[in-house]
């Protein structure tokens, strides 16, 4: 038996498992940028609705 | 409840991997003419079935997405396409290890190797093409339309072995040969690895879809945000 079948072997499943795995970590970095922009843009959003709430009882006074 | 269901799947996903993975390696024999190299197209094999299935259902999506305009569609045909790219090129890394040995190439100009490398590089560049174009209608429907030209490739990479003369082998499975070609043991194993890939594929595509949606929802607060 040819020992460089094994080699090729090992080289073949290694590289099948660590493209996915590659990948479910970017998946994960990914998520994670994710939520932390949404916060965010919730924080924004609610600062924005605030501002232009004092805005309109500025205008109301 | 999407995330349960993301995890129930990958769990046994996992399970009928380890299962696997003991019947290849500890109670499958060697290939008589290949010996152990044999083994990848356990993962060659059921990646790149995987991987045409997602293309298909992407293309489903497409089409669903042109005819209702609902972008839930679109966001769903653009997560399982990028899960198939992972998985095509699972499939083309080993086919090329595999090739290295029982070639001694890593590549050549076939018309399966070919066509599969076109197939990538067409999905790789809908996913590209999403992240240049902000505008959210335009977006899905030029990846729609992108998608549907990418499946007519696919049907070429599936093809191919039956039309053209390759270095690729040809149809092993019995559902293709009508039998004869392979170890019905071996041939079951694949078929079990193409469920356990299949099960792994469907929760990275659940977890893929919660993103697009949180997506779409920051895309939607910056909007109000704006205009407040």
């Not at chain 2, 240049?132 to 429907?141: G, V």
Request: glycine share 6%.
């Amino acid at each position: 038996m040819d020992p460089r079948n094994f080699t090729f072997m090992f080289y073949g499943f290694l590289a099948a498992w660590l493209i996915v795995l590659l990948y479910v970590i970017s998946l994960a970095r990914r998520g994670a940028r994710l939520k932390k922009e949404l916060e965010d843009v919730r924080q924004l959003v609610s600062s924005a609705q605030s501002g232009e709430a004092a805005r309109l009882e500025d205008r109301v006074r | 409840m999407r995330e349960k269901i993301a995890i129930g799947l990958a769990i046994a996903a996992a399970g009928l991997l380890a299962y696997d993975l003991y019947q290849i390696f500890l109670v499958l024999p060697d290939e008589a003419m290949q010996g152990a190299i044999y083994r990848i197209i356990f993962f060659h094999v059921p990646a790149a079935i995987t991987g045409m299935i997602g293309y298909f259902v992407a293309l489903t999506l497409s089409v669903l997405y042109l005819s209702s305009g609902k972008l839930r569609w679109d966001s769903l045909a653009a997560s399982v396409v990028e899960v198939s790219v992972i998985f095509s090129v699972v499939n083309i890394v080993t086919g090329s290890i595999w090739a290295r040995v029982i070639w001694g190439i890593w590549w050549t100009w076939d018309y399966r190797l070919t066509s599969a490398l076109v197939c990538v590089l067409i999905f790789s560049g809908y996913l590209m093409m999403r992240r240049a174009i902000d505008e959210p209608t335009q977006r899905a429907r030029l990846s729609s339309a992108l998608c549907i030209f990418g499946c007519v490739d696919v049907v070429i990479v599936w093809k191919s072995i039956e039309w053209f003369r390759n270095n690729h082998p040809g149809p092993v499975l019995s559902i293709r040969t009508g039998g004869g070609t392979i170890d019905p043991a071996m041939e079951r194993m694949i078929y079990f690895n193409l469920i356990a890939l299949l099960l792994m594929a469907a929760a990275l595509v659940l977890v893929r879809t919660r993103q697009e949606a949180t997506a779409r929802e920051i895309d939607s607060l910056r909007r109000l945000a704006n205009a407040a």
